[in-house]
Each structure stands twice: as structure tokens, then as C-alpha cells.
């Protein structure tokens, strides 16, 4: 056909140098991962709170900061072993450069898990009262109880800002056009709750029918959504060239193809109909299945997404 | 001043002869390039052709590194160049994802980001960048593009309607120009990419950001460590050290780590 022999249509590249392949790789993703959690506990811990009594979920005061507070320290624990200077991370504190959503993220996160560490200490306490019950620290934090109450909205508040951020992180890395803000927000939102009522399913045996009902519906709903929207990106994401590019390679079969679709089916299709069964019928060992499967399908969906648009040439 | 780069790509003849003073006036290691040459082959026989389109930081006005550079190792300086400053440097990589022509690398022996600086530290004393003075046939152009009468404005107003710059729908306003480019030189997209264009091996991709012998424990250790004399023998032969088994009785530091 002449339409492949003119010049148009024949450039190739003959001689070049090697290209940086992955270059943000599993330690991101671990690291988004986690940071879902850490946020999404506190946020649906809320919901839970918001929704129900206390008393039908005893172990919610001081489990939903623990949690927290451990998912975050794995979070902040990949965020600086992935920098090759881990030690300069000082300089976000010493320099900082306010246009970069990596700044912002890191002393938003930095504040957060402040105030988790916080609450994590005081419930732990009150928890446990026989625990270092002579001590003078531990009376102190017990008579300051009520320390929790007050700073517990402005965690729930902060709690939303620090999941978002990487999606704005993204969205400053520029030269990755599937990344796109809305999607990206959305996606991140999305991501907490999924990871937020996945986690605290394992944690609610004992925790009222009602409250699982409603866990159960947020990971179906969370699940469901997130599903939809890497559906529309994955298949109709074609209004900008590299978007395109970094698709038309996965969707021929390439690099991450399968990961993709193992992904979808583990992490969302299974988890929406056996989070949707357990809204009718209450089986807790088919609930912990879901919400195993949601947290690993979110970590491949995450990790393709994340590495993908890093497969395309620059220039 | 604002200064600003220009190429015009009907000059350019390959020789790389850019691309090699570059590396010696900046040191720039094995593996990492701060200015390339890429070659392009173009339509079928017997009606083909070549073209060469050197590619470097385009130092954009509104450069994606510097904003989400969260240390601001990436800065401006007054005279519109686009600086790092790798003691400052945290090594996020955050700029090399967000510089939409891929002109940032991790340095191997710093373990920082580093790129195309327009030889600032030459312009400084007066001097040229290393690549404008190497170039046998003046297909580098540089200069103030604020001064009207400078050699880089009248070229740009003398190709009126020819003057391009890569990816403006980015919107990150590059000082830095090509004459006589079209699509398929300077659209990444444009053109294919066949397995093995490299000139002396055919590795593609490198599979490693960085050292690749700069370990976890390393990242935290190198400060307090003693250093070797760096001399990057682990680059020359990265993708056969890790089949040949020979090598694997080396120290680390035999290997060029940190």
C-alpha cells in the first residue's frame, strides 16, 4: 500500500541512547498502598462512628489509630527508602518548596500521623487501664482523655488531604499524560475507602451485624466505582496522544496486561458481589475473603497504573 | 537576559561531536546523558534519509521539575537557566516524572538528579557551553533570546514561521529552539522504535535508576561510609556482570558501589 512506503509513515529509530526504564516502581506503590489504609481506617472509622453506637464497636477507639498508625509508618518507611538521598529528606523541613504537592503531602502526612500517634497513645492507655497503671506518663495521658474527642475531627478532616495528595503529585508529573487530576482524585478517594472497610472488616467479629452490613456496603460501593473508572480510562482514555500510546501498548497485549485484568477480576469484580452478598446474609469468613482480595487487586491496580505510563519514550 | 538554545537541525550532520564534549566538560557518567544525538531514518529505499536531532533540558519558562521539586534543588537563575543543585537534591525523582522530554537522570556516582545545565558554570566566566564550541558546522545557537541583536534572535526572526520547540502543547514554554525539524524528529511518537538501535550493544532500556549497586542499606549508610575512587567500571559492562559469575566474587566497591 503506498500509504506505507511514504515518509510519513516510515521514521525509525536507528541509533539512540538507553532509556531509563521503571524509574518510581514497587516502593511507590507499597507506598500509596499503605498510605490508602493509614487514611482509609480513620475516614470510615468516622463513617462507623458517625453511623452506630459505640458500644457496637467496642475495639474501634483504639484499634482505628493503631492501624493507622502502622500503615503509615510503612507508608513513610517506603516513602524514604525510596529516595536514593534518604537522609536529605530533612530538606522538605529545612527547604521547603511550596508549588510541589511532594512538599505539601509530606508535612500534611507529617502532622497526621502526629495527631494519630497521639490518639493511638491515649486510647492505647485507656484500653488497657492495668497497663503501667503507677506510672506518672500513663496517669497524665489517662487524664487527658478527652484529648482523643477534640482532635479527632481535625484528623478526619486531614485524613482527606493526605490521601489525595499523591493523585495532585501526579498530576505535577507532567510528562505522564495518563495521570489526569479528576480521574487521579477519584481513584485515590476511592482507593482509602476500599482499603479503609477492607481493613476493618478483619477487626469486626465481634463488632455488631449492622456495622458489617455497612462495611460490607462501602467496599461493594468503593469497589464498584473505582471498577467503572479504570474501565473509562483504560478503554476510552483516547484524547491525549501519549495516553493513547501508553494504552494501545497494554491493550496489545504488552507488559502489565495480564497484571491488569488479574487485577480487576481479584480486586474489584469478586470483592463487589461477595461484599454485596454480605449485605443480605451475614458470612464473615466470605466478607475477610473480599476484603483480602480487595486489598491485594488494589495493590496490582496501583502498581500497573503507576508503572505504565513510565514505559513510553520521552523523546 | 534570558538565555535561550537553538539548533537548526539542517546543519546538524551527527558527529556527536556535541554529545562527547558534554560528557568530558561535565563528567558525565556511563549510562546517564545531559545532551544526546538521536538518529532518525526516514521513508524506504532508495528514497530514504537520516536526521540527527540533538536533544537536551529544554530550560522552560514554566518547567515542570522545578515546581514539584519539593527542596527546590531544581531553581532558576536570573538568566532564565534551569539549575540543580545535587547537595540539596533528595533524589525523589519527582522531576525526572515530570519533565516531559525525559532530559533529567539519576547521576550513578552522586545518586542525584542531574541534567543539562547550559554549562552555567562556562557562561558564568564568559565561556560557551562545551557543546556550541565543539560543533564543527555552528548547528548550535546560543545566546541571549531577550537581546534583539543577539545571534540567536536574528536567527529566529530570519526562520520566521520554521522556529519549533518539542511538545508546546505542554504548555511549559521551552527556551530552547530547533530550525528545520518536522514531526517526525521531534515527536517521540512519531516514529518507531525497533529493538537494538544502539552503536555498541542493544540494550534499550537501562534497568536501574541510579547505581544499580547502591543498595537500600547504602542509601543510608553512604554518608558515614568511606568512598572509593569512583570510576565507573560497573557501567561498562552492566548487563554482562549480571550473567557473567566471575564477577560475582568481587567486592562492592570493586564493582564501582558506594
Given at each position: 500500500m503506498v500509504e506505507h512506503t511514504i515518509n510519513a509513515t516510515n521514521a525509525v529509530v536507528t541509533m539512540d541512547v538507553a532509556l531509563p526504564g521503571i524509574i518510581w516502581g514497587w516502593m511507590i506503590t507499597l507506598n500509596m498502598w499503605a498510605k490508602s489504609i493509614g487514611t482509609g481506617v480513620v475516614l470510615i472509622g468516622a463513617f462507623l462512628l458517625y453511623r452506630h453506637k459505640k458500644e457496637d464497636m467496642p475495639s474501634l477507639r483504639w484499634t482505628m489509630p493503631l492501624i493507622s498508625f502502622i500503615a503509615l509508618n510503612v507508608f513513610l518507611l517506603f516513602t524514604l527508602v525510596d529516595?536514593?538521598?534518604?537522609?536529605?529528606?530533612i530538606n522538605i523541613f529545612l527547604?521547603?518548596?511550596?508549588?510541589s504537592a511532594i512538599t505539601v503531602g509530606a508535612w500534611m502526612a507529617t502532622i497526621f500521623t502526629g495527631l494519630i500517634t497521639v490518639m493511638m497513645v491515649i486510647s492505647g492507655f485507656d484500653a488497657f487501664p492495668?497497663?503501667?497503671?503507677?506510672c506518672e506518663v500513663a496517669k497524665t495521658v489517662r487524664g487527658n482523655s478527652d484529648v482523643y474527642e477534640k482532635i479527632f475531627p481535625f484528623t478526619v478532616f486531614l485524613a482527606i488531604p493526605v490521601t489525595l495528595y499523591t493523585a495532585v503529585i501526579m498530576a505535577e508529573?507532567?510528562?505522564?499524560?495518563?495521570?489526569?487530576a479528576p480521574t487521579e482524585l477519584m481513584q485515590m478517594l476511592l482507593a482509602a475507602f476500599m482499603a479503609g472497610s477492607a481493613t476493618l472488616i478483619f477487626i469486626s467479629?465481634?463488632?455488631s451485624k449492622e456495622v458489617r452490613k455497612d462495611l460490607a456496603l462501602v467496599l461493594a460501593m468503593s469497589v464498584f466505582f473505582s471498577f467503572m473508572m479504570y474501565m473509562g480510562e483504560y478503554f476510552f482514555?483516547?484524547?491525549?496522544a501519549e495516553a493513547e500510546a501508553t494504552l494501545a501498548f497494554v491493550h496489545?497485549?504488552?507488559?502489565y496486561n495480564i497484571q491488569f485484568w488479574m487485577a480487576m477480576s481479584l480486586g474489584f469484580i469478586v470483592p463487589f458481589f461477595l461484599a454485596t452478598a454480605n449485605i443480605k446474609n451475614d458470612n464473615k469468613t466470605l466478607l475477610r475473603f473480599a476484603a483480602i482480595l480487595a486489598l491485594i487487586g488494589l495493590y496490582l491496580a496501583k502498581d500497573v497504573w503507576l508503572k505504565i505510563p513510565q514505559l513510553l519514550p520521552l523523546s | 537576559m534570558k538565555l535561550g538554545f537553538l539548533v537548526d537541525l539542517n546543519l546538524c550532520?551527527?558527529?556527536?561531536g556535541c554529545e562527547v564534549a558534554c560528557k568530558v566538560e561535565n563528567e558525565v557518567p556511563l549510562s546517564s546523558w545531559r545532551l544526546r544525538v538521536k538518529y532518525i531514518d526516514m521513508g524506504t529505499f532508495p528514497d530514504a534519509s537520516r536526521h540527527f536531532t540533538p536533544l537536551r533540558c529544554?530550560?522552560?519558562?514554566?518547567?515542570p521539575c522545578e515546581r514539584i521539586c519539593p527542596v527546590s534543588a531544581l531553581h532558576y537563575l536570573e538568566n532564565g537557566i534551569v539549575n540543580v543543585d545535587s547537595e540539596r537534591?533528595?533524589?525523589?525523582a519527582g522531576c525526572m516524572m515530570a519533565c516531559p522530554y525525559g532530559a533529567?537522570?539519576?547521576?550513578?556516582?552522586?545518586?542525584t538528579a542531574d541534567k543539562c545545565t547550559y554549562c552555567a558554570h562556562r557562561i558564568e566566566s564568559g565561556m560557551m557551553p562545551a557543546c556550541v564550541v565543539a560543533c564543527p558546522v555552528e548547528a548550535n545557537i546560543f545566546g541571549d533570546?531577550?537581546?534583539?541583536?543577539?545571534h540567536i534572535s536574528r536567527y529566529i526572526m530570519e526562520h520566521q514561521g520554521g522556529v519549533q520547540v518539542r511538545k508546546?502543547?505542554?504548555?511549559?514554554?521551552?527556551k530552547h529552539f530547533y530550525v528545520g525539524g518536522g514531526n517526525q524528529t521531534l515527536?517521540?511518537?512519531a516514529h518507531k522504535r525497533i529493538e537494538g538501535y544502539g552503536l555498541f550493544n542493544?540494550?534499550?532500556?537501562?534497568?536501574?535508576?541510579?547505581?544499580?549497586?547502591?543498595?537500600i542499606l547504602d542509601r543510608f549508610l553512604a554518608p558515614f561510609a568511606s568512598h572509593g575512587?569512583?570510576?565507573?567500571?560497573?557501567?561498562?559492562?552492566f548487563k554482562q556482570t549480571t550473567d557473567d559469575?566471575?564477577?560475582?566474587?568481587?567486592s562492592h566497591e570493586d564493582k564501582g558501589g558506594h
Open positions: 529516595l536514593h538521598q534518604p537522609l536529605r529528606m527547604h521547603p518548596h511550596w508549588t492495668d497497663f503501667r497503671r503507677h508529573s507532567s510528562a505522564r499524560e495518563l495521570w489526569q467479629d465481634s463488632w482514555s483516547f484524547k491525549a496489545s497485549g504488552g507488559e | 550532520m551527527g558527529c556527536k529544554n530550560h522552560c519558562e514554566n518547567a537534591c533528595i533524589a525523589c533529567i537522570y539519576m547521576d550513578p556516582e552522586t545518586n533570546i531577550e537581546d534583539d541583536n543577539s508546546p502543547e505542554k504548555h511549559t514554554d521551552p515527536n517521540p511518537l542493544n540494550i534499550t532500556h537501562l534497568d536501574h535508576v541510579g547505581d544499580p549497586h547502591h543498595s575512587a569512583s570510576d565507573n567500571k560497573s557501567f561498562i559492562d559469575n566471575s564477577t560475582k566474587d568481587e
